[in-house]
């Protein structure tokens, strides 16, 4: 008994050995996919802002569009009977003009900032997914195998607890026998447990066959 739990410790201590090495492993990936997901996500956020600001320049160029109308609608109706007027109408739908003409230069930067962003966030999000599916598999591959490498692969340690758990055998085998646990076959009692059993079968088919005669 003594072997044996001096191997059962061994295999035990081997065993966690190799988990340590596995939570070792996994830990150091885990923290790292972590980490890119966690980029990933601050990413999106910093697209999903600049999408907005697109949104928001757009909705200005658009507004100095219509103020660049108005002035130019109001420089018309009062030209006739104030030129001094109508000039700094003039003036305004100009400042107007360059102030959209800045601001389309910008958002065509913005949109390709934000599309290039766009790219990076999928793509980045691609490999995110293909780690994750990595480290799964590796676990389950780790697992599968930790097992296998913790069993004792040297010949001596093994044979010698096969022969311990043989003499372990033999020894409740005796007990057993010494308390009557097991039973003595008796092949005499079978004989007659099984003639017993054909004369029942023999006639409950003759039984039959009279019923088929009637």
């Keep these: 008994m003594s072997l044996i739990k001096r191997l059962s410790t061994t295999f035990i201590a081997r065993l966690d050995g190799i ?3 596995i939570e070792d492993h996994e830990a150091v990936i885990q923290t790292r996919i972590d980490e890119l997901r966690h980029k990933v996500a601050q990413a999106k956020a910093r697209l999903n802002q600049m999408q907005r600001e697109e949104t928001q320049l757009q909705q ?5 569009g219509e103020d660049e109308d108005r002035w130019g609608r109001r420089a018309k109706s009062c030209a006739g009977e104030d030129p001094a007027r109508a000039l700094a109408c003039i003036e305004r739908r100009q400042q107007c003009r360059t102030e959209a003409q800045r601001l389309s230069a910008g958002l065509a930067g913005y949109r390709q900032s934000a599309e290039r962003l766009a790219r990076d966030v999928t793509d980045s999000e691609s490999r995110l997914q293909e780690l994750h599916q990595r480290h799964s598999i590796m ?3 780790q697992s599968g195998t930790a097992a296998r490498a913790a069993v004792p692969e040297d010949a001596v340690t093994v044979r010698a607890l096969e022969t311990s758990f043989e003499r372990w055998d033999a020894r409740l085998s005796e007990q057993e026998l010494r308390l009557g646990d097991i039973s ?3 092949n005499l009692d079978e004989a007659f447990s099984r003639d017993e059993q054909d004369a029942q079968l023999r006639a409950e088919l003759d039984a039959l066959l009279q019923e088929d005669g009637k």
Excluded: Q, S, T, Y
């Design 19 to 21: 988990v340590g090495e």
């Design 60 to 64: 200005r160029i658009a507004a100095l």
């Design 139 to 141: 676990r389950a591959r």
């Design 184 to 186: 003595v076959h008796d």
